[in-house]
């Protein structure tokens, strides 16, 4: 296996956090401390999660332990999608899209969960 930068899953969490990181500079400055530092915090924290998982790969509850964590930030951060849409912070184009990628993310974290030792 070569480096966490070549798994799919952690290039779409790396992508997807950065495009929330763009996207949330336009929310208004009183949501600084609650949603905009929430969301940028889950979504990086997936990517962080993901490479802390490849780097415990050799142990399999390690390994697991971290990609549920991973998955955990996942899902947080659709929470925090869901309440920058219905604030009116995200068009419902903008929700979709990233809805669609954050789910996509956490099967793939999903199905590393239930499969571990094709990656370990």
Known sequence: MGSYKDL???????????????????????????????IRRSSRSVCV????????????????SKLTDSSTENAETQVWLEFSK??????????????????????IIWHMIENPDKFI
Request: net charge positive; with cysteine.
């Open 86 to 107: 219905d604030c009116g912070y995200l068009k419902m184009d903008e929700y979709e899209d990233f809805k669609s990628r954050n789910d996509e993310i956490g099967k």
């Open 49 to 64: 999660n993901l490479v802390e998982a490849y780097r415990r790969r050799k142990y399999k509850a390690h390994f697991v």
């Open 8 to 38: 799919i899953v952690y290039q779409k969490a790396y992508k997807l956090a950065m495009d929330i990181f763009e996207r949330t500079k336009k929310i208004p400055a009183e949501e600084k401390y609650s949603l905009t530092d929430q």
